[in-house]
């Protein structure tokens, strides 16, 4: 073998060598989030505990100023004595203060009749002063976690489930589970650290493959573990069991003229899957036929698309401005009158 | 040499052999007994030297009749091979490799380890005077050094039968002394040889022992001085590529051997009457460097092919 | 004297042969063939870099790991490994017989087989050498698009490997063996792997046994899109055998073609041209 051939069978085995072993690192330990890829989902998801079954986020800002909110408000009585009361006694305009909302479950095991703990982080403008005093004359106490103010309530402290609030950073707070937001509060300030025990959701590489694999651009989304929902659901072994055998599953919508989206479930198996399909294709079935006559309802019936691969089920869905107008013209005919600005 | 094939001394032995591609006859009905030292094959283009040639290193399989080398048959027979070196008439090299690395790898074949292959082949390299360009690539070889890298690999693993095919093709002067040297230099350190030609003139350089061949026939074989004077009757054409062809030109003139002389592109060709004075010359000039570099020089057989038919009609 | 083993004096022919074929012009050929799927797949990155909808099969984002399938199965399993397996494989013999190189092989105590087989292993590590680093390459720029993981989709890779080396040598054996016995082994090969198998694969009965492909099949785990051209035709593909089976019959098709090949070799004549 000359010089030359052995260098170029060096070069090319160390090219080979150096994959397979980037891979084999990637397969047992994981990559640090963006070393191939740019980090997906919102900063918020490195304060979610690695072992949540459910995440979701929404981009508040911009479903609230989306058309389909104005084309809904301006046709829909919805009643905003709600709003301004919670305005009033927190400060917080659901309108303008909130820019985004991650949220997750947990499966809490220190619990067995609830299906799990939550916890919700808001990004926006709070008047941190007003919402304290408002929980503290509710009942609940200051505590001091991490050089942190958590304010927690006494709720359901009993079954050892009380709920807290942090204002983690300016304009961060973080709502839920007293457990979820002391571990937000860790994640917070020393990062995951998979030694102590403490990682984020970012490193939860089947949680994580869904939120990539989500379409970019949406402005909800929530994606989780579909059966330990449901075997934390407490539902009657007869309904249980005709539950389809979905693991995981992902809604992703893009709330703006209208509303378009994906929902996507993996099936345990092909078979599963296939059996999944048939199912959604009867609903789509009889949605169509239920759509009858009319244009606005059927051009959303037909941007239903079933598909996905292997295992997975997929079912895209495009709900025209129009089908909005169509409630708004439904509730005008009972009588329902918009309210006047 | 007889021409019954003799199986008790002979080191290639046909018997009734022939060879035919198709419809067309390469060797026809040859029996022969090739005896241990210099054996010439001599024969124009076409008559059948190739064809023996591939026959007694097991490239062919014959039709009919047996071969045998060294005493053994060798179609099929690997093991031969140990003692047999051979030299193709083709230029054709793996020319990205150097000589030392191709005659390495090639010796490597018979089994030797890396250290010993590769000093077997800078002692064969060395035999043919090419130890300077080892680390060149073949590519940029000169025809005569790739003449003599062919003949390293073939001698490399000292082998006891040396088969040549038209070695001094496309050789200079120089080399091409050497390379009759060196043949001459294996012969007497025991190894039989058999190295074919069209130019009686290179035989002739290198052995007495000759077997005239053509159209697979084998038309005569013994003393090579017993058709030399047929070939003096018939005018030697030499082809010479020189660096100064009208120098070497005006020398040739003033010789009266010398018959006629023409211009081919960077080369003279010359008619000559007495090739063995002529090349005897011709050697001494490119030795003496006057007349700038002798790079190649070739003999057509025409020449021979006369003579050929002049046997075959007497 | 004994002439050296069959393996020993194999092992010499690769390693003489090796370099032969890695610096020849058919490696410029291999060069582009493999480079075409690279530099697709780096313009499928820097696409799904700028335009972030992602690339969609039937509505739906196609993962990384998805397209990394389709370009295993459609570019390299379907084209690139039969081109490969027929250039080089009819060439073994034939590249030295028109080079005039073979009679230098040929006059050396080994067994002829055993040039057969020693540039077989050649062919086997030089398209081997090339086509796992430009998979490699495609792998980690495709599959991280779409939000595939690298870690997840890595046991498929290494699948993906075996696969393609079992294609190699099959393909090569296979046309080394029509190399050694056809005229003009070349057109052979291509009608063999571009119109025989092709249309065998998609008809009812056995005559699919009598491809390479047909077995290959049974090794391809990637997931296809679904109520796609493509995940139809991976449907009639999917009439396969067993992993086991097909790996037995792979092996027997190596073997076999790889005997037949040497003992052709064994007893063919090579005239060299003049």
Same mark, same amino acid.
């Given at each position: 073998?000359?010089?030359?051939?052995?260098?170029?069978?060096?070069?090319?085995?160390?090219?080979?060598?150096?994959?397979?072993?980037?891979?084999?690192?990637?397969?047992?330990?994981?990559?640090?989030?963006?070393?191939?890829?740019?980090?997906?989902?919102?900063?918020?998801?490195?304060?979610?505990?690695?072992?949540?079954?459910?995440?979701?986020?929404?981009?508040?800002?911009?479903?609230?100023?989306?058309?389909?909110?104005?084309?809904?408000?301006?046709?829909?009585?919805?009643?905003?004595?709600?709003?301004?009361?919670?305005?009033?006694?927190?400060?917080?305009?659901?309108?303008?203060?909130?820019?985004?909302?991650?949220?997750?479950?947990?499966?809490?095991t220190t619990t067995t009749n609830m299906p799990g703990a939550g916890m919700i982080l808001a990004r926006g403008r709070f008047d941190e002063a007003k919402i304290e005093a408002l929980m503290r004359d509710h009942g609940a106490h200051v505590e001091d976690y991490r050089s942190k103010r958590l304010i927690v309530g006494e709720f359901h402290e009993a079954q050892g489930n009380s709920f807290a609030l942090s204002f983690m950073e300016p304009g961060l707070a973080v709502f839920g589970s007293t457990k979820l937001v002391r571990s937000a509060i860790d994640l917070h300030q020393?990062?995951?650290?998979?030694?102590?025990?403490?990682?984020?959701?970012?490193?939860?590489?089947?949680?994580?493959?869904?939120?990539?694999?989500?379409?970019?651009?949406?402005?909800?989304?929530?994606?989780?573990?579909?059966?330990?929902?449901?075997?934390?659901?407490?539902?009657?072994?007869?309904?249980?069991?005709?539950?389809?055998?979905?693991?995981?599953?992902?809604?992703?919508?893009?709330?703006?003229?209208?509303?378009?989206?994906?929902?996507?479930?993996?099936?345990?198996?092909?078979?599963?899957?296939?059996?999944?399909?048939?199912?959604?294709?009867?609903?789509?079935?009889?949605?169509?036929?239920?759509?009858?006559?009319?244009?606005?309802?059927?051009?959303?019936?037909?941007?239903?698309?079933?598909?996905?691969?292997?295992?997975?089920?997929?079912?895209?869905?495009?709900?025209?401005?129009?089908?909005?107008?169509?409630?708004?013209?439904?509730?005008?005919?009972?009588?329902?009158?918009?309210?006047?600005? | 040499?007889?021409?019954?094939?003799?199986?008790?001394?002979?080191?290639?032995?046909?018997?009734?052999?022939?060879?035919?591609?198709?419809?067309?006859?390469?060797?026809?009905?040859?029996?022969?007994?090739?005896?241990?030292?210099?054996?010439?094959?001599?024969?124009?283009?076409?008559?059948?030297?190739?064809?023996?040639?591939?026959?007694?290193?097991?490239?062919?399989?014959?039709?009919?009749?047996?071969?045998?080398?060294?005493?053994?048959?060798?179609?099929?027979?690997?093991?031969?091979?140990?003692?047999?070196?051979?030299?193709?008439?083709?230029?054709?090299?793996?020319?990205?490799?150097?000589?030392?690395?191709?005659?390495?790898?090639?010796?490597?074949?018979?089994?030797?380890?890396?250290?010993?292959?590769?000093?077997?082949?800078?002692?064969?390299?060395?035999?043919?005077?090419?130890?300077?360009?080892?680390?060149?690539?073949?590519?940029?070889?000169?025809?005569?050094?790739?003449?003599?890298?062919?003949?390293?690999?073939?001698?490399?693993?000292?082998?006891?039968?040396?088969?040549?095919?038209?070695?001094?093709?496309?050789?200079?002067?120089?080399?091409?002394?050497?390379?009759?040297?060196?043949?001459?230099?294996?012969?007497?350190?025991?190894?039989?040889?058999?190295?074919?030609?069209?130019?009686?003139?290179?035989?002739?350089?290198?052995?007495?022992?000759?077997?005239?061949?053509?159209?697979?026939?084998?038309?005569?074989?013994?003393?090579?001085?017993?058709?030399?004077?047929?070939?003096?009757?018939?005018?030697?054409?030499?082809?010479?590529?020189?660096?100064?062809?009208?120098?070497?030109?005006?020398?040739?003139?003033?010789?009266?051997?010398?018959?006629?002389?023409?211009?081919?592109?960077?080369?003279?060709?010359?008619?000559?009457?007495?090739?063995?004075?002529?090349?005897?010359?011709?050697?001494?000039?490119?030795?003496?460097?006057?007349?700038?570099?002798i790079h190649e020089v070739t003999s057509p057989d025409d020449n021979l092919q006369a003579v050929f038919k002049y046997l075959v009609k007497s | 004297m004994k002439p050296p083993p069959l393996v020993q004096s194999s092992v010499r022919i690769f390693d003489l042969s090796l370099g032969q074929m890695l610096w020849s012009r058919r490696s410029v050929f291999l060069g582009v063939l493999l480079g075409g799927p690279v530099l697709l797949a780096l313009a499928l990155r820097i696409v799904s870099t700028l335009y972030e909808a992602g690339f969609r099969i039937n509505g739906v984002?196609?993962?990384?790991?998805?397209? $990394? =399938? *389709?370009? &295993?199965?459609? #570019?390299?399993?379907?084209?690139? /490994?039969?081109?490969?397996?027929?250039?080089?494989?009819?060439?073994?013999?034939?590249?030295?017989?028109?080079?005039?190189?073979?009679?230098?092989?040929?006059?050396?105590?080994?067994?002829?087989?055993?040039?057969?087989?020693?540039?077989?292993?050649?062919?086997?590590?030089?398209?081997?050498?090339?086509?796992?680093?430009?998979?490699?390459?495609?792998?980690?720029?495709?599959?991280?698009?779409?939000?595939?993981?690298?870690?997840?989709?890595?046991?498929?890779?290494?699948?993906? $490997? =075996? *696969?393609? &080396?079992?294609? #190699?040598?099959?393909?090569?054996? /296979?046309?080394?063996?029509?190399?050694?016995?056809?005229?003009?082994?070349?057109?052979?090969?291509?009608?063999?792997?571009?119109?025989?198998?092709?249309?065998?694969?998609?008809?009812?009965?056995?005559?699919?046994?009598?491809?390479?492909?047909?077995?290959?099949?049974?090794?391809?785990?990637?997931?296809?899109?679904?109520?796609?051209?493509?995940?139809?035709?991976?449907?009639?593909?999917?009439?396969?055998?067993?992993?086991?089976?097909?790996?037995?019959?792979?092996?027997?098709?190596?073997?076999?073609?790889?005997?037949?090949?040497?003992?052709?070799?064994?007893?063919?004549?090579?005239?060299?041209?003049?």
């Open positions: 073998m000359t010089t030359r051939t052995r260098y170029f069978v060096i070069v090319s085995l160390l090219v080979l060598g150096i994959g397979l072993g980037t891979g084999l690192v990637a397969y047992y330990v994981g990559f640090p989030a963006g070393a191939f890829a740019k980090h997906a989902g919102p900063e918020e998801l490195g304060f979610i505990p690695r072992d949540a079954t459910v995440i979701a986020f929404a981009n508040v800002q911009e479903i609230m100023t989306s058309d389909v909110r104005q084309r809904l408000r301006s046709r829909l009585p919805l009643k905003e004595d709600g709003q301004r009361e919670l305005q009033d006694r927190t400060g917080i305009n659901l309108e303008s203060d909130v820019d985004r909302v991650v949220a997750c479950l947990h499966p809490d020393a990062g995951d650290n998979p030694q102590a025990g403490l990682q984020s959701v970012v490193g939860n590489e089947e949680l994580m493959d869904l939120v990539h694999a989500l379409d970019t651009g949406n402005n909800a989304w929530a994606v989780g573990r579909f059966d330990a929902l449901t075997s934390k659901a407490h539902l009657p072994d007869d309904l249980s069991t005709r539950l389809p055998a979905i693991t995981w599953f992902s809604v992703s919508t893009h709330i703006d003229g209208g509303i378009r989206g994906v929902i996507r479930a993996d099936a345990r198996d092909e078979e599963a899957a296939n059996n999944l399909r048939d199912v959604v294709r009867g609903f789509m079935a009889l949605a169509k036929m239920q759509a009858g006559s009319r244009p606005e309802m059927q051009a959303m019936m037909q941007s239903l698309e079933l598909g996905g691969a292997g295992k997975t089920v997929a079912l895209s869905f495009d709900v025209p401005s129009q089908v909005f107008d169509a409630i708004g013209a439904i509730a005008g005919q009972k009588g329902i009158r918009p309210p006047v600005h | 040499m007889t021409n019954a094939a003799d199986p008790g001394t002979g080191i290639v032995v046909a018997d009734h052999l022939s060879k035919w591609y198709g419809q067309v006859i390469g060797l026809n009905d040859v029996s022969v007994s090739v005896p241990p030292g210099i054996t010439g094959l001599l024969g124009p283009n076409g008559a059948g030297k190739s064809t023996f040639m591939k026959v007694i290193t097991g490239q062919l399989k014959p039709s009919k009749g047996t071969i045998t080398v060294l005493g053994e048959p060798i179609w099929n027979n690997p093991s031969l091979y140990f003692r047999i070196g051979f030299c193709p008439e083709q230029d054709a090299f793996y020319d990205r490799m150097t000589g030392l690395e191709w005659v390495t790898a090639l010796v490597r074949l018979n089994g030797l380890s890396d250290g010993d292959a590769t000093e077997m082949a800078h002692r064969a390299l060395e035999a043919v005077e090419l130890t300077d360009a080892a680390n060149k690539k073949i590519g940029a070889y000169s025809k005569g050094m790739r003449q003599r890298v062919k003949m390293a690999q073939a001698l490399a693993h000292d082998p006891h039968l040396l088969i040549l095919d038209e070695p001094l093709s496309g050789m200079d002067p120089i080399a091409r002394r050497k390379t009759i040297r060196m043949v001459k230099d294996w012969a007497r350190a025991g190894k039989s040889i058999i190295v074919s030609s069209h130019i009686l003139h290179e035989i002739e350089s290198m052995t007495s022992n000759i077997l005239l061949i053509n159209q697979g026939r084998i038309l005569a074989e013994g003393n090579v001085h017993q058709i030399r004077d047929l070939i003096d009757e018939h005018p030697h054409t030499v082809y010479i590529r020189a660096e100064q062809t009208r120098g070497l030109a005006r020398a040739f003139l003033a010789q009266d051997d010398v018959l006629s002389l023409r211009f081919e592109d960077e080369a003279v060709v010359v008619q000559t009457g007495r090739p063995d004075a002529f090349y005897a010359r011709l050697t001494d000039l490119a030795a003496s460097g006057e007349l700038g570099a | 984002r196609a993962a990384g790991a998805s397209i $990394f =399938g *389709m370009m &295993i199965w459609l #570019l390299y399993l379907r084209f690139i /490994v039969p081109i490969l397996g027929v250039f080089y494989g009819t060439a073994l013999i034939a590249d030295e017989v028109d080079d005039k190189t073979i009679t230098y092989l040929f006059t050396r105590p080994i067994p002829r087989r055993a040039v057969l087989f020693g540039k077989f292993l050649a062919y086997l590590a030089c398209t081997v050498l090339l086509v796992l680093p430009s998979v490699m390459l495609v792998f980690f720029l495709v599959v991280p698009t779409g939000g595939g993981s690298i870690g997840a989709a890595f046991p498929s890779l290494v699948g993906d $490997f =075996g *696969m393609l &080396i079992a294609g #190699l040598a099959a393909y090569g054996a /296979v046309f080394a063996f029509v190399g050694t016995r056809v005229k003009r082994p070349l057109i052979v090969g291509l009608v063999f792997s571009f119109g025989w198998e092709p249309t065998v694969l998609l008809l009812p009965g056995y005559l699919k046994r009598l491809t390479v492909a047909y077995y290959l099949q049974a090794l391809v785990k990637h997931e296809m899109p679904q109520d796609s051209a493509v995940s139809v035709l991976m449907q009639v593909f999917r009439e396969v055998p067993s992993v086991a089976a097909s790996l037995v019959c792979l092996a027997a098709i190596v073997a076999g073609t790889l005997w037949l090949s040497g003992r052709a070799v064994e007893n063919r004549e090579y005239v060299l041209e003049q």
